[in-house]
């Protein structure tokens, strides 16, 4: 029997479920959220900071985040200036035209107001070419990205107060990685489905 530590990412491998974890990171950059969890509240500030492309310094004071609207996997008001629009997709691709169709309900929606809208392709694994994404104006967010949030916040905390959500899916993400980059140390005899991918995505 395995002894190693249960993650529950493991079990929880939906889109649906990654939308959840999304929801919840976005909502602890709420700076009422500071108080509970200041470390983590700062995890979810760089995130989100990098989610909206602002600089670093900028302060986020109230932030609203849920999932589907009109469709929308995920999205989050923040400050009342910026909506972000993610579409999560995970083991799939856009398809029938609908980061488009996203785009243009966001900008009708605000059309009256100075909200800025950030839309994000937010994708931790390969895919071959993102020219649609491109074309319908949505920027990707990929793994390396995240990891690098992820991986700054698991080394500068103490291990006791390690949020374990937020540990599951850095873990789980990080097992990710190495299976794609496995190509990289595996002789070619020994190369599987994700080794494959890492080296024709290289």
């Not at 469709?71 to 009342?80: F, Q, S």
């Not at 009708?108 to 800025?116: A, F, G, L, P, R």
């Not at 993400?173 to 980059?181: E, F």
Request: proline residues 1%; hydrophobic residues 35%; charged residues 25%.
């Amino acid at each position: 029997m395995s002894s190693s530590i249960p993650n529950i990412f493991d079990f929880a491998t939906s889109e649906l479920s990654q939308d959840a974890f999304l929801c919840w990171l976005i909502s602890w950059a709420d700076s009422s959220q500071i108080e509970n969890d200041k470390l983590l509240n700062s995890c979810a500030t760089k995130f989100v900071i990098e989610l909206i492309g602002a600089t670093e310094n900028y302060k986020i004071n109230t932030i609203e985040a849920d999932r589907q609207w009109n469709n929308i996997d995920v999205w989050a008001l923040v400050n009342n200036e910026y909506f972000i629009v993610i579409e999560d997709k995970k083991g799939t691709s856009e398809h029938s035209d609908q980061l488009k169709r996203y785009a243009e309900i966001a900008k009708e929606h605000y059309k009256k107001s100075d909200i800025v809208i950030k839309l994000v392709y937010f994708k931790m694994e390969e895919q071959g070419q993102y020219t649609n994404v491109d074309k319908a104006g949505f920027s990707v967010f990929g793994r390396g990205k995240m990891l690098e949030i992820l991986t700054d916040y698991i080394e500068n905390v103490n291990k006791n107060d390690i949020n374990d959500i937020l540990f599951d899916y850095y873990r789980n993400l990080k097992g990710l990685d190495k299976k794609i980059n496995s190509y990289k140390e595996l002789p070619l005899e020994k190369w599987y489905w994700h080794s494959w991918i890492g080296f024709y995505s290289e």
